[in-house]
């Protein structure tokens, strides 16, 4: 097998395991509980929040553990918005992850704000004076993500983050898919909030966090025993959030070899889709990309064919975001970049990670030369 959906999710470390393993077992107390199981727990949730407050670049009080991204999504666009009465104008943009999507438009249809999503070229990049063109003196909130989970795009964050702050504007940014390829440092990219997932650094599915830096108020999502400082409550997942932390530290002391490797390895899969497919035609910005992050759509195909192929041959893949597998809908990322709905249907996406190696992205090569002549073959009229 040629797994090739990294971004989707990523086979958990061995080293996180081994981290979490006792507080699965006989070290199994609450964090929030006044004796020694409990203290035990307590600090080994310390030390994971001091792991992540240093990769990140912020005090560990900033960092809130959450079930995954799309928690820290919905925790930093409505908990934000909703302590933060400056004004009730939101910003994001049109190929952010659901979890962003429609946490907004949950502030729009309950809560009343106004929300405008900021314009993106056709590789899915959002330029600094686009965002200066929307955004308002009561924009509370302006959302865009580091990079994108279909198409890769990476985004200028540090500049759009000015703009924002120059206005008045905290800045939130989904670095999901971004942390182990890119800088994530607040200070580097200049943003107020950071959403960060396990699984999509070596740790288990239901892990990750919130960075939030601590002067802005946030109104929790959760209540009820008040934990993470009041930010989000609930009996804190100590064996997950020791696994997160163990994990992205790793992924962050490896990222620089990685990302340089799988780059390569990326750049080699282009070339040879696109020389050795006829047609095939790659999807987000050619440059501001993640380096791991392919996606081509293949006219006169189905995505969801192509897939069937490929999984027959032994590679495994994705049609786009797993979050909506399954949907009928064309994908909204590659509809806002200018994409046919029709063409979108025929988007099929490869993503890398650390362990892919030269002879798969060249076996993964001639299995989609093979899968799209043979798609084309069935519904060719």
């Not at 929040?49 to 912020?58: E, I, K, P, S």
């Not at 989970?149 to 500049?159: K, L």
């Not at 759509?297 to 897939?307: I, Y």
Request: with cysteine; charged share 20%; aromatic share 4%.
């Amino acid at each position: 097998m040629i797994f090739l959906d990294h971004a989707a999710t990523t086979p958990v470390r061995r080293e996180a395991l081994e981290a979490m393993w006792p507080f699965l077992t006989g070290a199994f107390g609450n964090p929030s509980s006044r004796h020694g199981l409990g203290d035990e727990a307590s600090r080994a949730l310390a030390d994971a929040r001091a792991d992540v407050a240093t990769v990140v670049g912020c005090r560990p009080g900033d960092v809130v553990f959450t079930s995954g991204g799309t928690e820290a999504d919905n925790l930093a666009v409505k908990g934000i918005a909703l302590a933060n009465p400056r004004g009730r104008h939101l910003v994001v943009s049109p190929i952010e992850h659901e979890a962003v999507l429609d946490a907004s438009a949950y502030l729009a249809r309950v809560h009343g704000f106004t929300v405008d999503r900021v314009d993106v070229d056709a590789g899915g990049l959002v330029h600094p004076e686009a965002l200066a063109r929307v955004i308002r003196p009561d924009t509370t909130l302006v959302s865009v993500q580091l990079a994108n989970n279909e198409i890769g795009t990476v985004q200028p964050v540090a500049e759009l983050a000015a703009i924002a702050h120059a206005s008045g504007a905290f800045m939130h940014s989904d670095a999901v898919q971004a942390a182990g390829w890119l800088p994530i440092s607040l200070d580097v990219l200049g943003v107020d909030a950071l959403s960060l997932a396990g699984h999509k650094v070596g740790a288990p599915k239901g892990t990750g966090a919130l960075i939030v830096r601590g002067r802005i108020p946030l109104e929790p999502v959760l209540h009820g025993g008040g934990q993470e400082r009041g930010r989000r409550s609930g009996t804190e997942n100590v064996a997950g959030a020791v696994a997160f932390a163990t994990a992205l530290r790793l992924a962050e002391a490896e990222r620089a070899d990685a990302a340089a490797r799988v780059a390569e390895l990326g750049a080699e899969l282009i070339a040879r889709v696109t020389s050795e497919v006829p047609g095939a035609v790659l999807t987000g910005d050619p440059v501001r990309r993640l380096p791991g992050t392919v996606s081509f759509v293949f006219p006169g195909t189905s995505g969801e064919a192509v897939l069937l192929e490929l999984e027959r041959d032994g590679v495994i893949c994705s049609s786009g975001s797993a979050c909506a597998a399954g949907s009928d809908e064309p994908s909204h990322v590659l509809t806002a970049i200018g994409v046919p709905a029709e063409l979108a249907q025929t988007a099929v996406r490869f993503t890398l990670g650390a362990s892919t190696t030269s002879e798969e992205v060249t076996d993964a090569a001639a299995a989609v030369t093979r899968a799209v002549s043979a798609v084309r073959d069935i519904v060719k009229p």
